[in-house]
């Protein structure tokens, strides 16, 4: 079975660019977190959505927003970019523990 | 809140030697605690949790880590490191939420093997 995919592996932006980074998660999985791994940290919540509805969001600006599609996939878009939204942005999909993708890593330049 | 505790961001060992990684934790309710490994340029790879059966867990790569309710402790160790463990290792705590979990990670501890 495919693991928690993730889309662009690799991605540079402008400051005041807007980027959207994918998630496909686990077959059979309904949540989807999103996480953001600034270097030399552990990776901090964001979003969290099940069955399409946003059921939790840490302390990130209104400029991070997500949505979780019908076939369970995710979006994370992240407006007006800085310099310091620099980081591993993780996926994970969770039924019987949290799984985690490979992450995409977004520059901002 | 819950939050987690990794002492020592470097932990230096020689092949064969015993490893021991240190996680404390905050919790106001029982918790789940994990810990998470990451390769360079990596996601997370779950190495094994702790969710209230037994208080020593096995996990994989022969890691265990031993959850000490008194000492608020989930420390991970392997008896003898190999070239391979060298990475970066997370402890985790799950925090449920109005509703929901969602995990807290400590700042993570990089582990270095040596010949």
């Known amino acids: 079975d495919a693991g928690v995919t993730q889309s662009p592996t690799h991605l540079i932006k402008t400051r005041g660019q807007h980027v959207t980074l994918r998630c496909s998660p686990i077959?059979?999985?309904?949540?989807v977190s999103w996480y953001q791994q600034v270097l030399g940290q552990g990776p901090q919540f964001i979003f969290q959505?099940?069955?399409?509805?946003?059921?939790g969001r840490g302390n990130f600006p209104d400029r991070f927003s997500a949505r979780q599609f019908p076939n369970y996939s995710s979006e994370l878009n992240v407006n007006a970019l800085l310099l310091g939204d620099s980081a591993l942005y993780l996926c994970?999909?969770?039924?019987?523990?949290?799984?985690f993708g490979q992450g995409t890593r977004l520059t901002v330049v | 809140a819950q939050s987690v505790t990794q002492l020592g961001s470097h932990v230096s060992v020689s092949e064969g030697a015993l490893v021991l990684l240190r996680c404390n934790y905050s919790s106001s309710v029982p918790p789940y605690l994990f810990w998470y490994v990451q390769y360079p340029n990596q996601g997370l790879q779950l190495l094994l949790k702790?969710?209230?059966?037994?208080?020593l867990v096995k996990g994989i790569n022969g890691f265990e880590a031993e959850f000490k309710k008194s000492e608020t402790s989930f420390h991970l160790t392997k008896p003898s490191a190999h070239m391979s463990d060298a990475a970066e290792y997370f402890c985790?705590?799950?925090?449920?939420?109005?509703?929901?979990?969602?995990?807290?990670f400590g700042k993570g501890t990089m582990l270095l093997v040596s010949p």
């Open positions: 959505y099940y069955e399409k509805e946003e059921r």
């Open positions: 994970a999909s969770s039924l019987y523990g949290v799984f």
């Open positions: 077959s059979g999985h309904k949540s």
């Open positions: 702790y969710t209230s059966a037994a208080t």
């Open positions: 985790a705590v799950s925090s449920l939420i109005s509703g929901y979990s969602t995990l807290t």
